[in-house]
């Protein structure tokens, strides 16, 4: 039942290129030239000058599917639908259609293509923001109801104004269409509408989501809505209307050249299609968590999160190793290498005390290798290095535990943090976890300590590189 990740995504492309689009090139994990942020996490990271009015070579209607990081959500990952590494479906109109085409597109997609029941999606639209003189969009709204009501489903509209408002009222039965303020349903580069850069493109969005129905609301969200976040709905795209540019004295108007953005979660997309919530069990994560039980002969169900969070840590690294990336001490590579190490200490707690990223990481390249020609050329030197950094690893944390192990009937302080992390090598994260689950005490203010300890360190090492250079003639190593 369902339809299988890779053929949504296969799907997706295709029923674009028809529809008139050329299929781009996916941009690198690592933006080239660019220096403001670590990863490429999202579809439009790259086309974001084409965007902001440059012409595309390709023309002005684009579609791909992006691999995206995003490092930011490390946090989330564990829960059913965050994960640090996905891909991202996107179209873009650049100056060509909008909102009518866009919204027919995307839903005819989801309803004939993946077979989605329209029963079980819902969307937000904008409110409007009189102070700024920007209407509601009761035209996305509009063509949304038309669109409800051709597939002959339940279709009422919502006035719900923020969060606040919709955490109050919730959904009421029919309801199917919300509207929601600026900080939700506002695209600019600033993140809301207040925020919005002067000179900037910016607009409205539409997001889709998926509902799961009330049995998946986790009640401490509260109430169940589109943007609760609760579990019931889950978001499974994002269309951005970009139809106004902030001027100078801070005022919007409408811009005469008006684009779309689209960009939609694959797995998520495929979730809703197998009628489950949990993106892991699509085709493009399960075999790794299959995998990963026969390995520890425990079962998904008994070690859910720990399970979700290994193998996106380890899908993620396969993709940035593909994308050239190595682990090292900075940016990107630290990112790299504390997904690995955070693997591996996951796995651990799991009982798996060998090496086994040489087991895991080829499956999680056969996944990919059909679909993204690069995973197939990189396979055995991708291997080659996550398994030499499960190495090195792994003697780094046998040391560190036989001195952690030393702690016991003790309290651990962040000066012990800190000794270990800098004779060891032990990251503090890891000691600080790893005491606690040897139960052994951790001090309350160990984090002030540690970064006291730190910084007395650093003060000593500013002290000498002054004495080295001062030493030195001509003073040609004082460019540290
Ligand atoms: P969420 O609110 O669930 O965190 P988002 O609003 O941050 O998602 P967007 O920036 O709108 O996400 O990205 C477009 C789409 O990409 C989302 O609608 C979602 O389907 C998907 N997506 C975003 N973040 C993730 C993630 N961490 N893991 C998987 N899919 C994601
Ligand atoms: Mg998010
Ligand atoms: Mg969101
Ligand atoms: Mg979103």
Redo the contacts with the bound molecule.
């Keep these: 039942e369902g339809m299988d990740a890779h053929e949504i995504r296969n799907r997706y492309l295709a029923f674009l290129e028809e529809n008139g689009h050329t299929l781009i090139p996916r941009a690198p994990l690592v933006p080239r030239g660019d220096t403001s942020t670590l990863f490429n996490g999202?579809g439009m990271q790259s086309l974001l000058p084409y965007l902001l009015g440059e012409t595309h070579p390709a023309g002005q209607r684009l579609v791909d599917s992006q691999p995206?990081v995003?490092a930011q959500?490390i946090d989330?990952v564990g829960d059913n639908?965050?994960?640090?590494f996905?891909e991202?479906l996107g179209n873009w109109s650049l100056g060509d259609y909008f909102k009518e085409e866009q919204i027919r597109q995307f839903s005819a997609f989801l309803f004939d293509v993946v077979g989605l029941d329209p029963e079980h999606v819902y969307v937000t639209c904008f409110i409007g923001d009189e102070a700024n003189g920007i209407p509601r969009d009761d035209e996305a709204a509009s063509i949304w109801a038309r669109v409800f009501a051709e597939r002959g489903v339940s279709n009422g509209i919502a006035a719900i104004g923020s969060q606040a408002d919709g955490d109050a009222r919730g959904v009421h039965p029919g309801e199917r269409i919300f509207f929601y303020d600026g900080g939700e349903n506002w695209w600019s580069r600033g993140g809301s509408l207040e925020a919005t850069p002067i000179g900037d493109p910016c607009g409205p969005d539409s997001?889709?989501f998926y509902d799961f129905g009330p049995s998946h609301q986790d009640a401490s969200y509260g109430l169940a809505h589109p943007a609760s976040?609760g579990g019931q709905f889950?978001?499974?795209?994002?269309q951005v209307f970009m139809q106004y540019r902030r001027l100078d004295d801070g005022s919007f108007e409408e811009l005469a050249r008006r684009n779309v953005d689209f960009?939609?979660?694959l797995?998520?997309?495929a979730a809703a299609s197998l009628g489950s919530d949990d993106?892991f069990r699509i085709s493009l994560l399960w075999p790794i968590i299959e995998k990963l039980e026969s390995l520890t002969g425990k079962s998904y169900d008994d070690e859910t999160a720990s399970m979700r969070i290994i193998a996106d840590h380890l899908r993620g690294a396969t993709f940035l190793a593909v994308d050239g990336v190595r682990p090292s001490n900075k940016e990107q590579g630290y990112v790299m290498r504390r997904l690995l190490r955070r693997a591996i200490r996951l796995a651990l707690s799991l009982g798996l005390a060998e090496n086994f990223f040489a087991e895991v990481v080829p499956v999680i390249a056969d996944l990919y290798a059909d679909d993204y020609p690069e995973v197939a050329a990189s396979r055995d030197e991708v291997v080659a290095v996550l398994v030499k950094e499960e190495n090195s690893f792994r003697r780094t944390l046998e040391g560190g535990l036989i001195a952690l192990g030393e702690y016991e009937g003790r309290v651990l302080t962040g000066a012990d943090v800190f000794r270990l992390s800098d004779t060891h090598g032990f990251p503090r994260e890891l000691s600080v976890e790893e005491a606690r689950r040897l139960g052994i005490e951790v001090a309350a203010d160990w984090e002030a300590e540690f970064a006291e300890a730190l910084e007395e360190q650093r003060a000593r090492s500013r002290g000498a590189t002054r004495l080295g250079a001062a030493g030195l003639p001509g003073g040609a190593a004082a460019s540290s």
């Design positions: 999202s995206c995003r959500d989330d639908r965050h994960t640090t996905f991202m997001e889709v976040d889950m978001e499974i795209g994002n960009g939609g979660g797995e998520r997309i993106v």
